[in-house]
């Protein structure tokens, strides 16, 4: 099946840095989404970006679909941006959605 | 608008029991999904449904069950509860399987 891949899987900031998480698939994929789980555990859809570039607030995401990867961007990270970053793609052809391990950041104050 | 609400939010279970966790959505949502999460990890499919009536399995079926009487209801049973078990559930609707999916807030499950 698809391999998900998402870099780094841990990352510190201080408040107002910027930053780039990457997902890497390893095959075709007809959509893909980027997910933020916040500290209580609930999961908030950020992205719907299986190509090109979409732009929310101080978030950007990016899918180059035929290099099978995607970048997330965050910009002026705040300490509310902590939490876990999940991509998730769903294999061409078929209904499943495969989740990455996560990139874990934490936003110092 | 309620979007997808998950019943219960904190279980513990002892080995052997059975239990059904309940998501309903009020979106209209044709797909419905279970997922679990387990520490340091994404999530994984358990099962999924396409429509009212329809069932099918995902990445991790086994040692669950699904129904989906109802569009707006999709019931995960576990018939017999076993540690492996343990962990987070979560419940996703979207209209299309290309569309966004829109997640409860997750069901945190011990089993004893």
């Known amino acids: 099946g698809i391999q998900v891949e998402q870099s780094p899987p841990d990352l510190i900031l201080q408040e107002g840095a910027n930053s780039t998480l990457r997902c890497n698939f390893s095959?075709?994929?007809?959509?893909l989404q980027w997910f933020h789980q916040n500290p209580w555990g609930q999961l908030i859809n950020l992205f719907y970006?299986?190509?090109g570039t979409k732009q929310n607030g101080r978030l950007s995401a990016t899918t180059v679909a035929t290099e099978r990867y995607s970048l997330l961007y965050i910009s002026s990270s705040q300490t509310t941006d902590s939490g876990v970053y999940f991509c998730a793609v769903l294999d061409t052809g078929g209904f499943k959605t495969i989740f990455g391990a996560g990139t874990r950041l934490f936003v110092k104050a | 608008n309620a979007g997808v609400t998950q019943t219960p939010k904190f279980r513990v279970l002892k080995t052997g029991q059975s239990m059904t966790l309940l998501c309903a959505q009020d979106m209209n949502h044709e797909y419905m999904y279970w997922y679990r999460q387990d520490p340091g990890m994404g999530l994984r499919l358990i099962h999924y449904?396409?429509?009212?009536?329809?069932?099918a399995k995902g990445e991790v079926p086994d040692g669950y069950n699904v129904s989906r009487l109802k569009k707006q209801n999709f019931l995960l049973g576990l018939e017999s509860a076993a540690p492996s078990q343990t962990s987070v559930y979560f419940c996703a609707s979207s209209w299309d399987r290309r569309e966004p999916q829109h997640f409860g807030d997750g069901t945190r499950l011990s089993i004893l």
């Open positions: 095959d075709s994929v007809n959509n």
């Open positions: 970006i299986p190509s």
């Open positions: 449904s396409v429509g009212e009536g329809t069932t």
